[in-house]
């Protein structure tokens, strides 16, 4: 197995992130159906665009010559400690505010991780990674605001004397 870059490993991470987003959105939309049909259409967008930074990512790691499998074998180890960490949020008592709450975790990490992906790339200089980072930061940024949004979307509607679940 091929020896990781920092740089390289940021990448697997951010990949990684992106598969774990698909999943995390899709439970949340499962909890979110019956709450309020705009809030799972952003889920829906988020979904979308994790499926497409999954792509865009994978294309981008099969330029690391000789290093794609280690860069997808690290995004595919983020991938499973992101479900895991789901899985123990996450339960079968959670509601669409539980799930939103949780995104908004989730793509908090996501934004960090891309921020420290541009940075370690200010040194490394690398084109086509400065491409992705700046295609997929402001959408990561969007994400974390709509998930934030839902969130408190959704503790508005709650009755914050009732007691809780």
Avoid: C
Avoid at 42 to 53: G, S
Avoid at 81 to 87: F, L, S, V
């Amino acid at each position: 197995m091929a020896e990781l870059t920092n740089l390289e490993t940021k990448l697997g991470e951010v990949i990684g992130l992106a598969m774990a987003g698909q999943a995390a959105t899709k439970k949340v939309i499962g909890l979110a159906k019956e709450d309020d049909p705009s809030l799972v259409n952003a889920l829906q967008r988020i979904h979308d665009e994790a499926v497409e930074t999954e792509e865009r990512g994978t294309r981008l790691a099969e330029t690391f010559e000789g290093k794609k499998t280690a860069i997808l074998d690290e995004a595919r180890t983020v991938k499973a400690k992101g479900a895991e960490m789901m899985k123990t949020y996450l339960d079968a008592e959670s509601d669409a505010l539980d799930g939103f709450e949780f995104l908004t975790m989730a793509e908090a990490g996501e934004v960090g991780h891309w921020q420290v992906l541009r940075t370690l790339n200010e040194s490394a200089r690398h084109p086509q990674l400065r491409a992705l980072i700046e295609w997929a930061l402001p959408i990561q940024e969007r994400h974390l605001q709509e998930a934030l949004k839902g969130s408190t979307k959704l503790a508005a509607e709650e009755d914050p004397n009732a007691p809780s679940a």
